[in-house]
C-alpha cells in the first residue's frame, strides 16, 4: 500500500488558496479508482516546522505532496502564531534524504518551487515543483489529473503529463509550469534522466547559502531574507517590508542578491495601488531574474533584461498614477545595488 502525506499550509498573512478544494479532488480521484485499496491518504493542515519532520517520522509515506505557498528561497510554512515561516531550500533537502529509502515522489504544488524540487531530488526519484507562479484552478486540475492517473496504476512521469494535460483540457495556459526531475526515462522533454551525485566541494561553494538555521520567520507582516509569492489571483496582501541596505562597496554575494530580489518581491506584492495586470507583470519579469539569480551558473545578462523590464513597467506606472510613486521610490534604491553583480552599467536601468 502506498501511503500518501498531504501537506497544506496557508499562514494568516498570505493570500487565502483553495486547498480545501485540492484535497478533496485528490481524494475523490483515489475514491473513484480501480485500485484504491493500493492507497492511503493522511492530510495535515497548517503545517509547522515541527509539524513536518514529526508527520514524515510518523506516518513515513510513500508520496508526500506540499500544497500552498512558496518561492525560490524555501516553502512557506506557519509559527506557532500562524504566521508565515519560511523553509528554506537547504533545509527541506536535508530532510527529505533521511527519507530517500521510503519516499517515492515529493509533489510541490507551490510556485516557484522548482528549486526546492531540484533540492530534494538530489535524494528522491520523483519530485514535482513549479517554475513559476500557478493559479489555484491550474494547481486543482494538475493534482487532480496526476492522481487520476496513480489511480490507475500509471507510473510517476505519466501521472505528471496527464496532470499537464487536464491544466490543458480546462483552457488554462499554465500546463508548462509544472516540471519533473526524474531519475528513469528521458522520452520527455520535460523528465530530466538524472544520477544521484554528492556534490563536489566547487558546487557546494558556488550553491547560495541559507543562514538562520532550519527556517527564516516572518512576523508582525514582515519577512527578512526570504521570497513570498502567491498562487491564484488574489493580490491584496498588505505586509510591512524590512528593507535592508547593502552598500556597493564590495560585490554582493549570490545570497544577498536573492536577498534584494525578496525584498523588491513583497514591495510589489504588498502594493495594492497596483493594477492587477501591472503586478502579474511585474512580477513575471522578477521571477524570471530569481530563478537565474538562484542558479549555480546564472545568466546575470537575462537576469538584467528581466530586472529592467520590471524596473520599466513600475517607472511607467509611477509616472501615470500618482498613487504608486511610494513603491518605485523603495524599489529604486534596491535595484542600483544590484548592476555590479550582473556586470552591467550603473546607469543600466536608466537611472
Request: aromatic fraction near 6%; charge should be neutral; charged fraction near 20%.
Amino acid at each position: 500500500m502506498k501511503k500518501i502525506l498531504i501537506l497544506s499550509a496557508n499562514p494568516k498573512n498570505t493570500d487565502n488558496l483553495r486547498l480545501d478544494q485540492e484535497v478533496r479532488e485528490i481524494q475523490a480521484a483515489l475514491k473513484l479508482a480501480k485500485n484504491r485499496e493500493q492507497f492511503e491518504i493522511v492530510t495535515a493542515w497548517a503545517i509547522r516546522v515541527e509539524d513536518l519532520r514529526r508527520a514524515l517520522l510518523e506516518h513515513q509515506p510513500t508520496i508526500v505532496h506540499f500544497s500552498g505557498h512558496g518561492h525560490g528561497t524555501g516553502l512557506a510554512l506557519e509559527n506557532d502564531s500562524g504566521l508565515v515561516q519560511l523553509v528554506s531550500t537547504e533545509s527541506l533537502a536535508r530532510l527529505f534524504g533521511l527519507f530517500q529509502n521510503k519516499i517515492e515522489c515529493v509533489l510541490l504544488n507551490a510556485c516557484y518551487s522548482q528549486a526546492q524540487a531540484e533540492a530534494i531530488h538530489q535524494h528522491i526519484d520523483y519530485v514535482v515543483g513549479m517554475n513559476q507562479a500557478i493559479g489555484d484552478v491550474a494547481a486543482i486540475e494538475f493534482a487532480t489529473g496526476f492522481y487520476d492517473a496513480l489511480g490507475a496504476g500509471r507510473p510517476y512521469e505519466d501521472c505528471f503529463e496527464v496532470g499537464r494535460a487536464s491544466i490543458n483540457l480546462q483552457g488554462i495556459p499554465e500546463s508548462e509550469t509544472p516540471i519533473l526531475k526524474a531519475r528513469r526515462r528521458a522520452s520527455s522533454s520535460t523528465v530530466e534522466n538524472t544520477q544521484p551525485k554528492t556534490n563536489t566541494q566547487q558546487e557546494q561553494n558556488s550553491q547560495p547559502k541559507f543562514t538562520g538555521g532550519i527556517s527564516q520567520s516572518i512576523s508582525g507582516g514582515q519577512m527578512y531574507g526570504g521570497m513570498q509569492a502567491v498562487r491564484g489571483d488574489q493580490n491584496q496582501q498588505t505586509m510591512t517590508t524590512s528593507v535592508t541596505a547593502v552598500t556597493n562597496e564590495k560585490k554582493l554575494t549570490q545570497q544577498e542578491v536573492i536577498q534584494l530580489l525578496a525584498q523588491i518581491e513583497q514591495l510589489i506584492q504588498s502594493a495594492s495601488q497596483l493594477s492587477k495586470a501591472t503586478k502579474e507583470k511585474s512580477l513575471k519579469y522578477l521571477g524570471a531574474a530569481v530563478e537565474e539569480a538562484q542558479s549555480n551558473e546564472p545568466d546575470k545578462l537575462l537576469a538584467a533584461g528581466n530586472l529592467k523590464r520590471m524596473a520599466e513597467t513600475l517607472k511607467l506606472t509611477s509616472e501615470t498614477v500618482t498613487a504608486t510613486g511610494c513603491l518605485w521610490k523603495n524599489v529604486k534604491p534596491l535595484l542600483m545595488q544590484l548592476p555590479n553583480w550582473l556586470g552591467v552599467a550603473q546607469n543600466f536601468f536608466g537611472f
